[in-house]
């Protein structure tokens, strides 16, 4: 095998790797900077507004309505249209949308000349129009349509000028029809602007003139993300969502919350005969994706209605799943549970929240198992969430606030990104970041892969699995020049361990570290120029969080920080993502073996008694086991029962088969979820829960920002929200006292979570407070942490390559709701094993062979797909896929073992199968 060839990439300021995009208004999303305040009038309304806005911008602070169908508040105006037309005491004809307004002017939106042109327009876009209004998709939501029936344009009188273009229904996820094209370019402005992906642009001139892909390709074979931001912003039915079981406009529509990933997209669902047929952001400016999704978001919520969903409850009688009444499922499961802990005791049931489900249900859920059953053991199978690793190490609450929006990224001196390829795991996060860049604000990307992100690196470190912590004790080394004498605060207190921390880094050896780290002495020094002078802001995902040297690099990170002057500004230095809808909530409800709601430590009396009091109870101190150690414990027969809700630990954790038996080893297992999965299938009792769009609660995103919603659609046939089956068991165990509906457990968790105090207010969103101060905390003091010394990284002559675990846009996490759904499994993505073109070589491989990849623990089986870009020595396997066999290649270990290899990267062989 050839030794890896990793690589770095600098680029100079004004180079085409930094964007040179405009400051943008908040309140406007336009590229303007608000100066003094000026006084105009429009339809003989005097109005003041700040200067170096458009007088349609103007207009619409001041509910002045003027048409348009090539402008909207979160793009750039280029004055398309011309229907924006105004005119001014002078009898000129502007366009509202690209005229600044300016001092004393006198305007009008509806004159005789104004209506005149506007209607022209209007009846000229008509005549090229094709007459299908009904039977487009559009319906009454075309924004041609309104403006017409608004001029009172039924006819245009004029001659048709058809332009007949093939319609392009390829793919499973939108349909072009450009006959229907208006030139309005909001689909090009959004993909340039928005979504930063340049997959489409103006192409041909006159009348032949089409947004379109390089060289006319389809879009299947163009750069596209199929994000359909294009299909949410088109103005008529050009651009329109695939969608095989429902034509028209949806029946009711219901603002809710997207329940894929941890970034929390404000959505709108369309709803018809109880389905939901229709998704699309809810385009608010104080949302956190604004117009935006991403292909999750957008096409793959037809997992709701997949045929997998349960529907109803089920019991296991002689070896096989049978329906059950409500009442008898209920009884069944709230005497096994009460007979198992009053035998075995309360170590002896486990309890698996999970990270899709409410705050709301999440709360109760944990308050049931440690007020009725006694118990700590609680879990979900996000196998130790960014948060939970970050409070383990004491020193790194320093900095780190409540609330982090991601707007904030796009307004940093510099982004240093590591660890995560937001593109696919979180794509809307991705959109922040590639708009900081094209804004000028230098990026620092460290990943071993070249991943998307790269393309808009200032500096792109491609360093070696499990060295990150080298390089960026590298980079301190050559940073600390200037450093000495900084103080903490207001300078009364000098930073802890920074002499000692000076001392190592002098001693360090620069060329060992650019040796083991892969990446050249100069690119470190360009890195460490670039953050000289600058408080970045360091995106850290689970690339870092899921290997085993996760805590030597959160320390050699917040070493970097410190020299960088941030101790404690005021705003985060670190923004962890989160890879789950309700991930951040489900921590702060208490949803974990050693943290109390609000995530405060169980092992403290202080915050014990604060729960003991409220409950009426009395609480173990002792932790209890997290999931690795109750899927253990099941094993050797300690652990005789576990409830399961909403999560599915049989597909999500390494060694499926493994867990699978130790499951299946369990006196009872207790199942609540929305769709039959691989754990389900070995339950003794499933309850039907109900899907996000069915129930209503709140979830806790990224950000901090706390956002309620309500129920869409009924759930399906018997299923239930996950928050009336607990309350049903609490009722039938006698403890119906503990439980209550949505908005009375929201005033609880208000009164007891002061973090969370914002919470039951009825309308809008609210935000995570900042935590009291409660005295001097040693944790929230900046520390530097000691340097450990160089080591190489471990190598196996047996296992000589390097697997690394991938996020794929289409899925999310190991898949159990995005493999169910029928768009993105008609794609037929199918997951291909990633490897260098030097590697394939050299074993005989071409693109397209099937290969076995083997890890020291199993084996997954794949294609491979030659990449250009990847080093030597690397093998890049996607999740998800293959009912995410890739687990089956990582250790059934937890993070604090000695042997522990993380779960992101492992040592592995490549065989090539047969042709």
Not at 255 to 279: D, K, M, P, Q
Request: hydrophobic residues 35%; proline residues 6%.
């Amino acid at each position: 095998m050839h030794p890896p060839d990793t690589q770095a990439h600098c680029f100079a300021e004004d180079s085409p790797g930094f964007g040179n995009g405009s400051l943008i208004d908040e309140n406007s999303g336009k590229g303007t900077v608000a100066l003094e305040t000026i006084t105009l009038t429009i339809n003989d309304k005097v109005i003041n507004c700040p200067s170096g806005i458009s007088i349609l911008q103007a207009a619409r602070r001041e509910g002045i309505k003027i048409p348009t169908l090539c402008d909207h508040p979160a793009l750039e105006s280029v004055g398309a249209c011309r229907l924006c037309l105004v005119e001014d005491k002078g009898g000129r004809l502007m366009a509202s949308c690209v005229t600044p307004a300016s001092e004393g002017q006198v305007l009008k939106t509806d004159s005789p000349r104004v209506l005149a042109h506007r209607k022209n327009i209007v009846r000229l876009l008509l005549a090229e129009h094709p007459e299908s209004c009904l039977v487009c998709n559009k319906g009454n939501r075309c924004d041609l349509r309104a403006i017409a029936a608004s001029l009172g344009i039924g006819e245009t009188n004029l001659y048709p000028m058809p332009h007949a273009r093939t319609m392009e229904q390829a793919n499973p996820f939108l349909v072009r029809d450009l006959t229907k094209c208006v030139l309005c370019g909001k689909c090009i402005r959004a993909d340039h602007e928005l979504v930063v992906v340049g997959a489409i642009d103006y192409n041909r001139r006159g009348f032949l003139s089409r947004p379109e892909t390089v060289h006319e390709r389809p879009l299947e074979e163009s750069t596209c993300a199929f994000c359909g931001t294009c299909v949410s912003i088109c103005p008529t039915g050009a651009l329109s969502v695939k969608n095989a079981h429902f034509v028209g406009t949806p029946e009711k529509e219901k603002s809710s919350v997207c329940g894929f990933c941890g970034v929390g997209c404000s959505l709108v669902l369309g709803s018809a005969a109880g389905r939901i047929v229709e998704v699309n952001p809810a385009d608010e400016p104080s949302t956190v994706n604004g117009p935006t999704l991403c292909l999750r978001g957008h096409f793959a919520h037809d997992y709701l209605h997949s045929e997998n969903r349960l529907t109803t409850p089920r019991v296991r009688k002689n070896g096989e799943l049978e329906d059950i009444s409500w009442n008898d499922a209920v009884s069944r499961v709230a005497e096994r549970l009460l007979e198992i802990r009053e035998k075995h005791g309360p170590q002896s049931i486990g309890f698996l929240g999970s990270s899709k489900c409410t705050n709301e249900e999440n709360y109760l859920f944990q308050k049931m198992a440690r007020a009725v059953f006694r118990t700590n053991n609680l879990d979900t199978s996000g196998m130790a969430p960014a948060r939970a690793v970050l409070e383990e190490i004491k020193g790194l609450k320093r900095g780190r606030r409540s609330t982090a929006p991601l707007k904030d990224l796009e307004k940093t001196d510099l982004l240093f990104v590591m660890g995560v390829d937001p593109s696919h795991s979180s794509p809307v996060l991705a959109y922040h970041l590639k708009r900081a860049s094209r804004k000028g604000i230098p990026l620092v990307v460290v990943d071993p892969r070249e991943i998307e992100l790269a393309r808009f690196a200032t500096c792109r470190l491609q360093v070696r699995p499990a060295t990150d912590a080298l390089l960026l004790n590298g980079i301190a080394a050559l940073l600390r020049e200037g450093v000495n004498g900084r103080r903490y605060g207001d300078g009364t207190t000098s930073l802890r361990g920074f002499a000692e921390h000076e001392k190592q880094l002098a001693s360090l050896d620069l060329n060992e570290v650019c040796r083991l780290s892969g990446v050249g002495e100069e690119a470190l020094e360009r890195t460490a120029k670039l953050l000289r002078g600058k408080r970045p802001i360091f995106v850290v995902g689970r690339g870092v969080f899921h290997q085993k040297a996760c805590r030597d690099t959160m320390k050699a990170l917040s070493n970097l920080s410190l020299l960088t002057g941030d101790t404690g500004s005021g705003r985060s230095w670190l923004y962890a993502p989160t890879y789950e809808n309700n991930e951040a909530g489900a921590w702060d409800m208490g949803v974990s073996p050693d943290t109390l709601p609000g995530g405060k430590p169980l092992g403290a009396k202080a915050f014990r008694s604060h729960w003991e009091r409220a409950w009426d109870v009395m609480l173990s101190p002792d932790p209890g086991l997290n999931v690795i150690r109750m899927i253990r414990e099941a094993e050797k027969g300690n652990l005789k029962a576990l409830y399961v809700m909403g999560e599915n630990p049989v597909r999500a954790l390494p060694q499926p088969e493994y867990v699978t038996r130790a499951l299946e080893n369990l006196e009872f297992l207790v199942v609540q979820d929305i769709l039959d999965n691989e754990t389900s299938r070995v339950a003794d009792v499933i309850l039907p829960g109900a899907a996000f769009s069915e129930k209503m609660g709140s979830f806790t995103n990224m950000e901090g920002r706390i956002q309620r919603f309500e129920a869409a659609v009924p759930p399906p046939g018997q299923s239930k929200p996950d928050l009336e089956i607990i309350n049903l068991l609490l009722k039938e165990m006698g403890q119906a006292s503990l439980g209550g509906s949505v908005d009375k457990l929201r005033k609880e968790i208000a009164k007891l979570i002061p973090e969370y105090g914002d919470l039951p207010s009825s309308a809008g969103e609210a935000w995570v407070r900042e935590a009291e101060s409660e005295g001097t905390d040693p944790q929230e003091e900046p520390l530097f942490f000691p340097i450990p010394e160089l080591k190489s990284p471990e190598h196996d002559d047996a296992f000589p390559f390097t697997v690394i675990l991938r996020s794929f846009r289409a899925h999310l996490g190991s898949g159990t709701r995005t493999s169910r759904s029928e768009r993105v499994e008609e794609k037929g993505w199918r997951g291909e094993v990633e490897m260098s073109a030097r590697d394939c070589e050299s074993l005989g491989i071409r693109d397209g062979d099937r290969i076995r990849v083997v890890s020291p623990h199993g084996a997954v089986e794949r294609e491979v797909k030659i990449e250009t870009g990847l080093s030597s020595g690397l093998v890049v396997v996607p999740r998800a896929f293959g009912d995410n066999d890739a687990m089956n290649l990582f250790p059934f270990k937890e993070r604090k073992e000695s042997n522990f290899t993380g779960w992101i990267t492992c040592p592995a062989r490549v065989e090539r199968r047969a042709r």
